[in-house]
C-alpha cells in the first residue's frame, strides 16, 4: 500500500515500530487520517511511546504555537515481545467465532474464491485455547477483542508492520498470521 491507501483506510493498524521515532512520515498520515475522517488506529508494540496516543505534527505551525495535539491513537496494545502472532491469531479466532452467527465477520465468498487451506487454519484457530493466546501475547482477551471489533467494523484495513515484527524469531510466522487476518475480511 501507499499513502493514498491510507487516505481511504478506515482503521490502520501498526505493528513492530514507534512511529514519531522510527517512521516520522507516517505519524503525519496518521494524524491526517483521524482528523479528516475519524480513521481508527491501533499501535501494537510493546514500548507504546507519547507520540502513540497523540502528536503535534511538526507542520501543522499553528498547531505547534498553540501546543494543540492530535489524537494519533484508538486502542494501544502492549504485547509481551514477540506476542504479536498471538495478537494476530486472536483477531483471527474472534472473526471465526463469531462468523457462526454473523455471517458479515468475515468475507466467506472472496475466501472461497481466492484462497485455499482455510479450513486448515480455522480447525488451528479453534484448537488454540484464549488461555493460550492470552499467556503468548501477554494480553487479556478483551484487548485482543477490542482490536478485534476495530478490524471487524473496518470497511477498508490496512496492517503495516515494521522491524519489531521482522527481526524477531518468529518473524515469518507473524507476517503469514497478519495475512491471514487480511484474507478473513
Given at each position: 500500500v501507499d499513502l493514498v491507501d491510507w487516505q481511504k483506510a478506515d482503521a490502520i493498524f501498526v505493528m513492530g515500530v514507534n512511529v514519531a521515532t522510527n517512521a516520522p512520515r507516517m505519524l503525519t498520515a496518521l494524524g491526517e487520517g483521524v482528523k479528516e475522517r475519524d480513521m481508527?488506529?491501533?499501535?501494537?508494540?510493546?514500548?507504546?511511546?507519547?507520540?502513540?496516543?497523540?502528536?503535534?505534527?511538526?507542520?501543522?505551525?499553528?498547531?505547534?504555537?498553540?501546543?494543540?495535539?492530535?489524537?494519533?491513537?484508538?486502542?494501544?496494545?502492549?504485547?509481551?515481545?514477540?506476542?504479536?502472532m498471538a495478537v494476530m491469531r486472536g483477531i483471527g479466532k474472534y472473526l471465526l467465532q463469531l462468523s457462526e452467527t454473523d455471517k458479515d465477520a468475515i468475507s466467506t465468498d472472496f475466501i472461497e474464491k481466492y484462497t485455499a487451506g482455510f479450513d486448515s487454519y480455522k480447525q488451528v484457530c479453534a484448537q488454540t485455547s484464549w488461555e493460550e493466546l492470552e499467556t503468548q501475547s501477554g494480553l487479556p482477551r478483551a484487548e485482543i477483542i477490542k482490536a478485534a471489533e476495530i478490524y471487524r467494523q473496518a470497511g477498508a484495513a490496512i496492517i503495516s508492520w515494521c522491524l519489531g515484527i521482522t527481526q524477531h524469531e518468529f518473524g515469518v510466522d507473524t507476517i503469514r498470521e497478519i495475512v491471514n487476518v487480511l484474507l478473513l475480511r
Open positions: 481508527k488506529i491501533v499501535h501494537i508494540n510493546p514500548l507504546i511511546e507519547v507520540a502513540a496516543t497523540d502528536a503535534i505534527t511538526p507542520h501543522e505551525i499553528l498547531d505547534m504555537l498553540l501546543f494543540k495535539a492530535t489524537k494519533t491513537s484508538s486502542l494501544n496494545l502492549q504485547p509481551r515481545i514477540g506476542g504479536d
